[in-house]
């Protein structure tokens, strides 16, 4: 088979230990350039873009939020943000706890103050977020018809597990809950998925390519369905098992660049 487009995770598949590209994965994929390799990820674009520089990838497009929005040459190829009548109510859930909230709209990112959830992913992603109460927020994206493209609930695991359950039952319809780590739970529209993100790359910027022709890296559930439906989904050794159980192939760990591997043996 001919791989004409490679899409990869971010973080748990292509960044090593220190959340960082390594010298190897940044070799390999400029080696297989032209190519197109396009980075995938529930992050915000402003958290890919030092990536795609290090990658002198920057005229790639970006799949954020899971597949929430899709951009190309700064113009949005797809966009899915979450009706604010689901926000209030999960602001009104979190006020008697002790949840962090970080809203997402494009490249902006909201956090209530800088606790230690925000220093966290700041530190993670290399984003400084603005500092506005949640209600602000919601009262500024009513005004102007915006909406979350991803919403992400921080804090202590019992309080995260009443509110996932919650959620559930009032808005499954709605939203896709996503937990990423036990004290994390991220939100976004129901229409999410990485999958239908690559459909429209395949529409728009690359329609001499099928989804038999892509290879694709990732390691926790919402890669599930984008490793199942392309050419090739890869699964780095430390993928949870769900994944490790679907992959049509499995790799070295991100710690031992296992997306560059498959690249120099494939290419």
């Known amino acids: 088979m001919t791989y004409k487009l490679i899409c990869s995770d971010i973080d748990g598949t292509l960044l090593d230990k220190n959340r960082e590209l390594s010298e190897m994965t940044i070799s390999e994929i400029q080696r297989v350039s032209p190519i197109p ?51 209030e109510a999960v602001i009104g859930l979190c006020e008697k706890t002790s949840i962090h909230l970080s809203l997402y709209f494009e490249d902006d990112w909201f956090v209530p103050a800088m606790d230690f959830w925000a220093e966290r992913e700041a530190e993670n992603t290399k984003v400084i977020p603005f500092v506005k109460s949640s209600e602000s927020v919601l009262n500024q994206w009513k005004n102007e018809d915006k909406g979350a493209h991803k919403i992400m609930c921080m804090g ?29 739970i991220e939100i976004s529209h129901i229409s999410v998925s990485k999958k239908t993100a690559i459909k429209v790359l395949l529409k728009h910027c690359y329609t001499n390519i099928s989804m038999k022709n892509v290879l694709a890296f990732g390691d ?23 994944v490790l159980q679907i992959a049509n192939k499995i790799t070295d760990t991100n710690k031992n660049d296992g997306v560059a591997k498959v690249i120099r043996e494939l290419f």
């Open 220 to 242: 926790n559930y919402n890669d599930i369905e984008m490793l199942k439906s392309v050419g090739l989904g890869v699964a780095v050794a430390n993928a949870i098992d769900e």
């Open 37 to 87: 390799f396009v980075l995938i990820s529930s992050r915000m674009p402003k958290a890919m873009r030092h990536l795609q520089k290090q990658l002198g990838n920057e005229t790639a497009p970006i799949i954020a939020y899971n597949g929430g929005l899709v951009l190309h040459n700064n113009q949005v190829l797809h966009s899915a943000f979450i009706n604010n009548t689901v926000l």
């Open 156 to 184: 202590n695991e019992t309080e995260i597990d009443i509110l996932y359950k919650a959620l559930e039952n009032s808005f499954s319809n709605e939203i896709m809950l996503y937990r990423s780590k036990p004290t994390y």
